[in-house]
């Protein structure tokens, strides 16, 4: 069934505007109460939704919205800005290969709505080079580098449904991986972040890939080879009112983190947030912490014997919160103590270095978006970039495999009003 939007009456009384999805984007139609075949009244490249119609019938009233998006990155050294990728369509959510020569990332035209962050093309660049950059799939999203560099796994849908495909890097040999049951991936719209640290995690040893899985019934972890083979369960959880979340590899490969929330409760129970780690071998979990604020697991220690994590005073969350705590838990006593408190934070947008040493994040301070720096034991935050337009919002980062630069997107939306005249 096609989406329909935005349904205004015309002033004759006998027709009736809305907008409807043709090829990704919204056209306006007008169809009668006769049930006349509907006229399509638009034929743009961005949505347009009718808002108002003249008393005379003539004027037609409408939005849209234009969004731009593009994927910059920053020195830490210097704190020099530069821009990695910028097409007539929006960038982002890149990421850098393990050998720091190149970047994949999302290309989406006409995002206005987020509706179509799910259903663009997978580019990869080289860094540091005018090559223009090579189509790797025609329409996918979420790409992460298989730790040797030689593949990327994405996602991809298919008509409703969530896959994992796997190409190579060097374009060609796509594989098909699950075969279902992929839970929903979310993310926020101004900007655009996704909520978990992780949905897809290749072992340190590039053979295997983690994900979340509710096709036995239940929200699980599983395990499937990168060639497609041995999809397997690997947590054992029996209870449909338990969420899994953000699978993350420890550097050794023994060992998964996870996180989990209670699902349906009463109005008046909040729920419960866990963090675990499993065994990879002898599938035992371990519960590391469990509270009823709300936890998002973030990464491992250097060590390998924390993990750290961001929190906030309350359960429901949105993206930017005016007070975000990280802390560190010790897997084997689950200890805790606080890092810091973050001001002014996107809480989905705190990243952890690929040393562990370091902790960026972007905050909405004094007006506008900017990415800081913080070492991860804890100490005082940097401000890395210098925006000054209240209009751009930084979307979610990246680290360089040296630890010396990141990597986002610069976004911007902007609500435009036109009008149809002379309709009849």
Not at 112 to 121: D, H
Not at 201 to 227: F, H, M
Not at 276 to 289: A, H
Not at 301 to 314: Q, W, Y
Request: proline share 4%.
């Amino acid at each position: 069934m096609t989406e329909i939007k935005n349904t205004v009456w015309h002033s004759d009384n006998q027709r009736i505007f809305y907008s409807a999805l043709v090829d990704g984007t919204f056209q306006i139609f007008v169809t009668d109460i006769n049930g006349t075949l509907p006229k399509q009244v638009t034929f743009a490249e961005r949505d347009g939704f009718v808002l108002n119609v003249s008393s005379d019938g003539a004027k037609i009233l409408y939005g849209s919205a234009k969004e731009e998006s593009d994927i910059w990155g920053v020195n830490l050294k210097d704190s020099k800005e530069f821009i990695v990728a910028s097409d007539i369509n929006s960038e982002l959510w890149a990421k850098v290969s393990p050998d720091g020569k190149s970047i994949a990332y999302q290309s989406i035209k006409n995002l206005s709505q987020g509706n179509k962050l799910f259903n663009g093309t997978i580019l990869t660049k080289t860094l540091n080079s005018d090559e223009p950059p090579i189509e790797l799939v025609a329409n996918g999203f979420l790409p992460v580098w298989s730790p040797d560099g030689q593949q990327i796994a994405f996602m991809q849908v298919l008509g409703k449904k969530y896959q994992i495909e796997t190409i190579k890097a060097t374009v060609g040999g796509q594989k098909h991986l699950t075969t279902g049951g992929i839970v929903r991936i979310n993310n926020t719209i101004l900007p655009y972040n996704q909520i978990q640290t992780s949905y897809i995690s290749w072992s340190p040893d590039s053979t295997k890939i983690a994900y979340i899985s509710e096709r036995s019934g239940q929200y699980n972890i599983w395990l499937v080879n990168a060639d497609g083979s041995n999809d397997v369960q690997l947590t054992s959880n029996n209870d449909s009112n338990l969420n899994l979340y953000c699978p993350l590899w420890s550097a050794d490969g023994k060992h998964i983190a996870f996180t989990s929330k209670t699902g349906k409760r009463p109005a008046d129970e909040k729920p419960t947030f866990s963090v675990w780690v499993i065994d990879t071998e002898t599938k035992n979990s371990r519960l590391v912490m469990q509270e009823k604020l709300f936890l998002r697991l973030i990464g491992w220690s250097p060590t390998g014997g924390e993990l750290i994590l961001a929190s906030v005073a309350g359960t429901e969350t949105t993206g930017l919160q005016p007070e975000v705590f990280l802390l560190q838990v010790e897997i084997g006593t689950s200890q805790r103590s606080e890092i810091t408190a973050l001001k002014d934070t996107y809480l989905y947008n705190i990243h952890l270095s690929p040393d562990g040493k370091n902790i960026a994040f972007a905050a909405h301070r004094e007006g506008k978006d900017n990415i800081w720096l913080m070492p991860a034991a804890g100490g005082e935050a940097k401000k890395l970039t210098a925006n000054n337009d209240s209009r751009l919002y930084f979307s979610s980062l990246a680290w360089s495999p040296d630890n010396n630069s990141i990597f986002f997107g610069k976004q911007s939306r902007y609500s435009l009003l036109s009008m149809l005249t002379n309709f009849k």
